[in-house]
């Protein structure tokens, strides 16, 4: 509008300059190369004013004729680039809608028009993924880290890449580059830690979480969750090579997460060894009071070496005192008092949970509390058919199913860290392959009527579900009203008792072994 107002201006001021011209006559006389040339001032104004025009018509054409190539060839690229731009938008909002076809024409029409726009590269790698093209995509990317703006995304597509082709190695050196390109990376930092978790890598796992943490790409807490299981799988390795510095990470895990079992368990095994009684204590029963698990009770039992049967009884008695009335304190009571031989007590503690349908372990226990006390072999068959049917054990299970006897920080399956949770599988439980040799639930079958009991039959199991060495056991015939019956051999070993239940020539009866120790008390 205000170039209009201008043209329109420009006229009237021609025109009123001519009809100035034209009310004042006179004449104009030019000599010039021996020619006189005399006309009105009118016509030679006009005369001059044509001149000019022409001149510049001339100069225009010949700065055309002189600039329009190159302009020609960028007003063409600029219409290049707008298209390909465009192309480039509608092509990566397919892509992100998952429309293959029209992200795959909108690429082909990039590559053509804008083929170094970094956003096309991007687009390239999108539309080859839609198309399942690994190859292309990868070369897209790889493209990306000769861009410096682009090489941090490219090598996140190389790790996904490389995630998805199941290479673990280079998506491990893609991470760790990018990570140490950009430690404020949240991607590359998980990506990282989870690679060096699955790998059992604790240690680097630790420094990336450390990286991690001071980037703020966890909370807190979960940064604490986190280092205190990485912290107790590393005391866990290092319990017997190097007690000291196991001592220090359990603790240290312990302290960052007091609801840890398997932290409180290896700080309280290792300063019962190094002599440390009252801090054992201590770091158990406040375990105990947050998460009562079997394993904190057995631990507790031996934190004092060269306590007799009875004494370890007194002791799991108190710490089950300091925490809440539960299944757990019961048992732990009882498995206590039957290593005692104190049956009364075992019976009492178990009678709570008597009614209905008891757990399968409350069962075993009372038969062996049968076997052991009154040596009534009906009594213990019908306690064991109860087990059978009885609520399995608690055990270590993973979200997956995955269940272990022992803790393990990572899922086997998924590889997911700090997944297992104690607690009673599902009916669709998996067992870990690594743990069939240690059997999480021991109810040994021996019901073959009218067959001896093999000598040995049955495994040792701790309380906390550790497989210890074989222990011979030896059935012994009595009569029917049990007035034969012998007291089966106990080994010379006071932290374990054999309770074998007694069969009769006819009908062998099924037995099973709970021992109050396990492996590293055994052996040190």
């Known amino acids: 509008m205000t170039r209009l107002i201008g043209y329109f201006v420009i006229i009237v001021l021609v025109a009123v300059g001519f009809a100035w011209i034209a009310d004042r006559p006179g004449n104009v006389t030019i000599q010039w190369l021996g020619y006189d040339i005399q006309t009105s001032v009118f016509i030679g104004s006009v005369a001059l004013l044509l001149a000019f025009v022409i001149v510049f018509l001339l100069g225009w054409l010949g700065l055309l004729t002189w600039t329009g190539p190159k302009k020609f060839r960028g007003r063409v690229q600029r219409r290049r680039q707008r298209v390909g731009q465009e192309a480039v938008r509608r092509g990566i909002f397919a892509a992100g809608a998952g429309d ?46 000769e861009k410096p703006e682009m090489a941090e995304l490219g090598l996140r597509g190389l790790y996904m890449e490389a995630k998805k082709a199941n290479q673990n190695e280079a998506a491990k050196q893609f991470a760790e580059r990018a990570l140490a390109a950009n430690p404020a990376l949240a991607w590359s930092s998980s990506a990282l830690f989870e690679i060096q978790s699955r790998e059992g890598d604790w240690r680097a796992a630790l420094k990336t979480l450390q990286i991690a943490k001071e ?20 005391a866990i390795e290092l319990e017997d090579s190097q007690p000291s510095k196991a001592l220090a990470y359990a603790t240290e895990a312990f302290d960052l997460s007091p609801t840890l079992i398997p932290a409180a368990v290896v700080a309280g095994r290792i300063l019962t060894t190094q002599g440390q009684t009252s801090r054992a204590t201590k770091i158990l029963t406040q375990a105990w009071r947050s998460t009562q698990h079997p394993e904190i009770a057995l631990t507790f039992a031996h934190a004092r070496r060269g306590d007799s049967p009875r004494d370890r009884l007194a002791r799991v008695k108190s710490l089950v005192a300091a925490g809440s009335q539960t299944l757990e304190g019961a048992v732990a009571v009882a498995v206590s008092a039957i290593d005692a031989q104190e049956w009364k007590t075992a019976r009492l503690a178990l009678e709570p949970y008597l009614a209905n349908n008891p757990p399968a372990r409350v069962c075993r226990l009372m038969a062996r509390i049968e076997a052991g006390q009154n040596r009534d072999s009906g009594r213990a068959r019908e306690w064991l058919a109860k087990a059978a049917r009885g609520a399995p054990d608690p055990v270590w299970v993973a979200p997956d199913g995955t269940v272990s006897a022992e803790w393990q920080p990572i899922s086997p399956t998924t590889g997911a860290l700090g997944s297992f949770e ?4 599902p009916a669709n439980a998996t067992a870990s392959p690594d743990d069939f040799a240690a059997e999480i639930s021991a109810l040994d079958v021996v019901s073959l009527e009218g067959e001896s009991l093999p000598d040995t039959y049955t495994k040792a199991k701790g309380l906390s579900g550790r497989s210890n060495e074989p222990v011979d056991v030896v059935a012994s015939p009595v009569g029917k009203d049990g007035s034969d019956a012998k007291t089966p051999p106990t080994p010379a070993n006071d932290t374990a008792t054999s309770n074998a239940l007694v069969t009769t020539p006819e009908t062998t009866v099924e037995a099973e072994e709970v021992t109050t120790s396990v492996d590293r008390f055994r052996r040190r």
Request: hydrophobic residues 45%; glycine residues 0%; proline residues 6%.
């Open 100 to 145: 293959k076809s029209a992200a795959l024409k909108a690429d082909a029409i990039a590559r053509r028009t804008v083929p170094n726009e970094p956003l096309a590269l991007l687009l390239q790698a999108q539309s080859a993924q839609l198309n399942e093209d690994s190859i292309a995509s990868r070369q897209a990317f790889e493209r990306m880290l």
């Open 215 to 234: 980037h703020r790409h966890l909370a807190k807490p979960e940064a604490d969750r986190r280092r205190s299981l990485l912290l107790t799988q590393l």
């Open 422 to 425: 104690w607690k009673t599988p």
